[in-house]
């Protein structure tokens, strides 16, 4: 059975799991934490409104920076033979858009557009 290594062990899992076809949406309703994650076309970490995507968290991961989160995301989602389960993982307070990737040194960054005519 493959593992989720640090995300397991750590207890916190990403707020969104990400499918793309009608079986794996079918597959992971009944799945575990692992299944769920092998399933996966990449997570989603919510934060809420227009948290500052680069402050440190103060309740629900003390300490984590909404970044680090994600990036252990990435570096723990493997099976037992180090294949990755997905290789992007999205990060958002619903204005800003994260995309991380393992690969990748930086992330990319979109803004939503303020529609309020202001």
Known sequence: MP????????GKRPDYCLL????ARQSAAQAD???MFRLSSTV???????????????TETPGWFP???IQDYL?????????RYFD?????NGNEWRLYSEHAARAITCRSADFSGN
Request: aromatic residues 4%; negative net charge; hydrophobic residues 35%.
């Open 3 to 10: 593992q989720f290594n640090n995300i397991k062990i750590r």
């Open 67 to 69: 970044s680090q989160q």
């Open 75 to 83: 570096s723990s989602a493997r099976d037992a033979s180090g294949n």
């Open 20 to 23: 793309s076809t009608e079986e």
């Open 44 to 58: 989603l970490e919510a934060k809420k409104a227009l948290h500052n995507l680069d402050d440190a968290s103060k």
């Open 88 to 92: 992007w993982a999205i990060l958002s």
């Open 33 to 35: 934490d692992v299944e």
